[in-house]
């Protein structure tokens, strides 16, 4: 049940239904904010996936009201998160751990509302956590991931794991909105009934994005007209839905006893929280951005026309 980051693509492999081709990596135009940083041509090398770090904080209610973690309880997960490198390594403009120009801004996401239940829980019988469970969960449409292209620093994760002392995340300026469409998680416990670490496959859909930042590859791993602009693609109404795949790699966890206090209608008292902060890697791919574009052109009758970039 616990979210890492993402992200963005969060952070986020991304795909589409059965029978649409998988789209190329995507790149990002730091140069589309206004005056060019980071080197002459503003833009990223081609990433098919990220590092990100994330602080999150899960809330569990008591929902089916049997006084233990159990199948039918509900949750609410927050988290906050960075970029810290783009995959494969290369020219990132700056953005967090940039290589050769120095650090001269980050990608951060924030979410606070992601929201699911626990459809089955299964006993560990063998290993280290024998006696322990695992949770398997399913997420509800709705959850929202804001992305923030901000000055480097200024998102602080605070002292303490978790999101309670958090700041700057959603100060910057907004680039990105993904929308949970549906999802899984898995998620481990050990005898004790704390969480040890998990996973999740998300569904969602960008319903926001800023124009001339985000752009998909066309395949051939430079920045030329064949590129598709995010922005433009949603301004063709044609919805661009995505799969992710996150890799939790746990680090430190918090666990606390609920104080019992009611949570929204139907979500029974509060049962656990759990604060985690973790380092790991989102993989992703996106729907074919060419057969989205000839699409809308058919539908809409558009014609798709791109703005003049720097070349990479």
């Known amino acids: 049940m616990k979210l890492k980051k993402l992200i963005v693509l969060m952070a986020i492999p991304?795909?589409?239904?059965?029978?649409?081709?998988?789209?190329?990596?995507?790149?990002?135009?730091?140069?589309?904010?206004?005056?060019?940083?980071?080197?002459?041509?503003?833009?990223?090398?081609?990433?098919?996936?990220?590092?990100?770090?994330?602080?999150?904080?899960?809330?569990?209610?008591?929902?089916?009201?049997?006084?233990?973690?159990?199948?039918g309880d509900k949750f609410i997960d927050a988290g906050d998160a960075h970029f810290t490198s783009g995959l494969p390594s290369g020219d990132q403009e700056g953005i967090n751990l940039d290589i050769g120009s120095g650090i001269i801004a980050e990608i951060t996401t924030q979410w606070n509302n992601l929201v699911g239940s626990i459809s089955a829980v299964t006993p560990i019988t063998?290993?280290?956590?024998?006696?322990?469970?695992?949770?398997?969960?399913?997420?509800?449409?709705?959850?929202?991931?804001?992305?923030?292209?901000?000055?480097?620093?200024?998102?602080?994760?605070?002292?303490?794991?978790?999101?309670s002392d958090d700041s700057g995340f959603g100060n910057g300026t907004h680039v990105l909105t993904l929308t949970l469409t549906s999802g899984t998680g898995s998620s481990t416990f050990n005898s004790l009934g704390q969480f040890v670490t998990g996973s999740s496959?998300?569904?969602?859909?960008?319903?926001?994005?800023?124009?001339?930042?985000?752009?998909?590859?066309?395949?051939?791993g430079i920045v030329d007209a064949g590129d598709k602009d995010f922005h433009d693609l949603?301004?063709?109404?044609?919805?661009?839905?995505?799969?992710?795949?996150?890799?939790?790699?746990?680090n430190h966890v918090?666990?606390?006893a609920g104080n019992g206090s009611a949570g929204p209608a139907g979500f029974g008292n509060q049962l656990q929280i759990i604060h985690s902060d973790h380092d790991g890697s989102i993989e992703y791919s996106v729907p074919e951005p060419t057969s989205i574009a000839l699409l809308g052109l058919g539908l809409l009758g558009l014609s798709f026309s791109r703005r003049n970039k720097k070349a990479a």
């Open 14 to 71: 991304f795909a589409i239904a059965s029978g649409v081709a998988l789209a190329d990596p995507f790149y990002i135009n730091v140069g589309g904010l206004g005056p060019a940083i980071g080197d002459a041509n503003t833009t990223t090398r081609t990433f098919d996936s990220h590092q990100v770090f994330a602080n999150t904080t899960s809330v569990i209610y008591d929902t089916n009201n049997s006084g233990s973690l159990n199948v």
């Open 126 to 163: 063998t290993g280290s956590l024998t006696g322990g469970f695992i949770t398997t969960t399913n997420y509800v449409a709705g959850g929202v991931f804001n992305f923030y292209f901000d000055a480097p620093g200024n998102a602080n994760y605070g002292a303490s794991v978790g999101t």
């Open 201 to 220: 496959n998300l569904f969602a859909e960008i319903t926001f994005a800023r124009d001339n930042f985000f752009w998909f590859d066309n395949g051939n």
């Open 234 to 250: 949603l301004g063709l109404l044609i919805p661009i839905k995505l799969n992710a795949s996150v890799d939790q790699n746990t």
């Open 254 to 256: 918090v666990n606390v």
